[in-house]
């Protein structure tokens, strides 16, 4: 997505918002966010999965939680190959 697209849709969802973070409803959200990442399947353009969010501490607090979520993924992954092999 270029700058100036994601400027354009940054200024749809803060009106549509009131500017109001996502995640905890709060003002002056500064941040565009995915609510459900890319890249586990959300759609990058669809304003229903866009959101406003405080860059500090709600989308650092979210990208630990992504990580955290990822690491167990890969983690029974893992596992279940390891079983398939057993
Ligand atoms: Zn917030």
């Known amino acids: 997505m ?10 749809r969802v803060a009106r549509r918002d009131n500017g109001c973070c996502y995640v905890r409803g709060g003002e002056d959200a500064d941040e565009l966010e995915h609510i459900v990442p890319v890249s ?4 990058a353009r669809d304003l ?6 405080h860059s500090d501490p709600c989308h650092r607090e979210k990208t630990a939680r992504e990580a955290v979520e990822g690491s167990r ?5 893992k596992i279940q190959k390891e079983d398939r092999k057993g």
């Open 2 to 11: 270029s700058s100036d697209t994601v400027r354009a849709l940054k200024r």
């Open 48 to 53: 229903d999965n866009l959101g406003l969010i």
């Open 73 to 77: 993924r890969a983690r029974e992954k």
């Open 40 to 43: 586990q399947g959300g759609a």
